[in-house]
């Protein structure tokens, strides 16, 4: 019964920064993967990036170099750091076990 309860969107003026935070519960955090997915309306789901439990990462070629995705396993959080953010990053942002999702967090950059 995992549970995931994202945080921390909001409006930002491009170029600006935002740091998404997503706790997690339901089982031992630190086995997991975790991954952040975003969608809106009139857009496919995008996969933005993932961590793998021993902390490796990989990013959407979308985000490469502006974005940075941990984790704290004593906090059971995953973080999605958003730098230089852009008006095409606007859209709901998705923590994410592939089989568990939380309920999204809105990330709106205006021009």
């Known amino acids: 019964q995992v549970q995931l309860v994202e945080s921390g969107g909001g409006l930002v003026q491009a170029g600006g920064s935002l740091r998404l935070s997503c706790v997690f519960s339901?089982?031992?955090?630190?086995?997991?993967?975790m991954s952040w997915d975003r969608q809106a309306p009139g857009k496919q789901r995008e996969l933005v990036g993932s961590?793998?439990?021993?902390?490796?990462?990989v990013y959407a070629d979308s985000v490469k170099g502006r974005f940075t995705i941990s984790r704290d396993n004593a906090k059971n959080t995953v973080y999605l750091e958003m730098s230089r953010l852009k008006p095409e990053d606007t859209d709901v942002y998705y923590c994410?076990?592939?089989?568990?999702w939380g309920q999204g967090t809105q990330v709106t950059v205006s021009s």
């Open positions: 339901g089982s031992i955090f630190s086995l997991y993967a």
């Open positions: 961590i793998s439990s021993g902390g490796r990462t």
């Open positions: 994410n076990t592939k089989e568990n």
